[in-house]
């Protein structure tokens, strides 16, 4: 009788459990505003040069809980940034997320990068032949 009222207490707290339970220390780190600071994009010929965010080179991406992300650019077409629109994003492991992109343009509308993240700050690595990374800043 004493196994059954515990197996019945035990099932009764599984529907309990919340997302954010189940989510990673990266994957809650993950979610919220964050800033352009730095870019680098090489045109292909020797090694990137580091270039801070300004008016017309900036961009603001927000990854949410629901594991969607849209991003915003100030000025659309002065500045080619790694995230486009929107979409879904998925942390593989602790240095690769999965992005699916909702408008892919010239990019893949499924993808994997390579990031960092320390702290406040994330850094993206996009797939490109010469190299090249973006940083953000957390706002909140």
Do not use: H
Not at 44 to 70: H, L, N, R, W
Request: charged share 20%; proline share 4%.
């Amino acid at each position: 009788m004493k196994k059954v009222l515990l197996f019945l207490v035990l099932i009764s707290l599984l529907p309990g459990c919340k997302k954010d339970e189940l989510m990673s220390a990266d994957e809650i780190s993950l979610i919220g505003k964050w800033n352009l600071t730095e870019f680098c994009v090489s045109a292909g010929a020797g090694p990137c040069e580091t270039k801070f965010s300004t008016v017309s080179y900036a961009q603001t991406v927000q990854f949410q809980k629901d594991g969607s992300f849209i991003q915003s650019v100030p000025e659309p077409g002065k500045f080619q940034t790694p995230l486009i629109s929107s979409g879904q994003y998925r942390l593989l492991n602790q240095s690769q997320i999965e992005l699916q992109f909702d408008q892919a343009s010239n990019l893949e509308s499924r993808t994997v990068w390579t990031y960092e993240l320390a702290g406040k700050r994330l850094t993206l690595y996009p797939l490109c032949i010469e190299g090249c990374y973006y940083t953000y800043v957390k706002t909140n």
